[in-house]
Each structure stands twice: as C-alpha cells, then as structure tokens.
C-alpha cells in the first residue's frame, strides 16, 4: 500500500516544514487545476520546482486541466515523477498519452465519480496507473463516494482479465475509517489529503495509516 499524501491540503505558509512532516511517505500528490476543467484554480509549475530539491518524493501531478497537453512539459520539466490526466479532456488522448511517454515517464488517466470505466477501458493496457476519483475533482476535504468502490473493483478485474500492470490509484476524501474498504476493493495506492495535513500532527496521522 502506497500513500500519496495531497500537497492541496498542506499549510502553504510553510510547505518545507510540511514536507517534513510527511517524509515517511513515499509519494507527494499533487493536485493541479485550472480553474476551468474544475472550479478551483491551485498551483503552477513553479510551485513544484520550487519544492522539488526539498523532497525526495515521487511528485504524483494530478492534472485536472482541460488542456493538458499545453501543460505536460513544463510540470514534467519542474520535476514531476508521474502524471495523470483526466479521461473526460476533449484533448485526443491517445496523442496526449504518447506524448507522456516520449517524455519517459509513467503516466495515467482519471476519471470523475460521474464517469464510467469505460471512458478510459480503450487506453487501460498502455497505462502505467488509473486515478478513480472518489470526490468530485476541484476542493480537498470532502466526503468519501462510496459508489467509488465498485468502480476499483471493476478496474481490478480489467487489469486481471488483460493481463495488464497498472496501478490503481483513488482519490478523495480518505481516512482511517474507510481506507481498508478502499484497499479490499483493489486500491494500490491511496491519496490522503485533508486526514494527513489537516490533522492536529500530521506526521502521526500518516503513521496512523501505515500502523492501521
Ligand atoms: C481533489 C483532489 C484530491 C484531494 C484529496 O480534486 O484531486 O487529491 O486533494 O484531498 P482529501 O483527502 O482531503 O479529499
Ligand atoms: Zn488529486
């Protein structure tokens, strides 16, 4: 089990200690949005070039953008380690995929709780992970969508049946109280944002995961 903890959540007053915080996790989660493929608008390539040298992590850039092939080199070029897009971009896909790939690193689609795994079931056996999206993209601290659980399952069941080696990330509104129902239902790795850096001692609350 991996967790990504989301940067989103973090104190952005003080992003080096918070990093700090969370050096027992092997990923960073970050969450990049446009203001326009969602209404909330986050944080620019900068933001990760300036905390790349702070942070041995894996920057996990989740793009919720419209556009993401205008995007991919400069957040992969500020650092980022993997990169996921959302399958409900009207981009062609297939070419923002290549692109990734061109780059050499590992990339995945997301899909919203409104959509069907068959959005993205075409692109599964090139993909490196799948990001289920178990809030609706845009605001961290919302509530978990149970209905998200069947949709790992499914994608579980896709991998096994194409022999295929993807990653089942999920995403949203996570928290020691249903991260084993998240994890028995196929989940590989789990982002966590507002239970980790909004809890009281956030580097407690990660080991609360790991320990659970
Ligand atoms: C929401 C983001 C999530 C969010 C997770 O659009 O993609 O990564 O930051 O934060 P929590 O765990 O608070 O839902
Ligand atoms: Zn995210």
Redesign the pocket.
Known sequence: MIIAP????ADFTALSDELKLIEDARWL?L?V?DGHF?P?LSFGPMVIEAIRPLSSHVFDT?L?VSNPERLIDAYIDAGSDRITFHGEVESDIQSVLDHVKSRNIPVGL?IKPGSDVALIAPYLPQLDHV?V??????????S?MHHSLEKISALKTLRENLEASFLIVV?????LENIDDVLAAGADVC????????AADPKAALKAFYDR
């Open positions: 989301s940067l989103l959540a989660h969450d949005m969602v909330n989740h919720m997301s990001l999206m178990s809030v609706e993209p845009g605001f961290g601290g919302q978990f995403d949203g509104g996570i928290n982002v966590v944002g507002s239970s980790i850096f909004k």
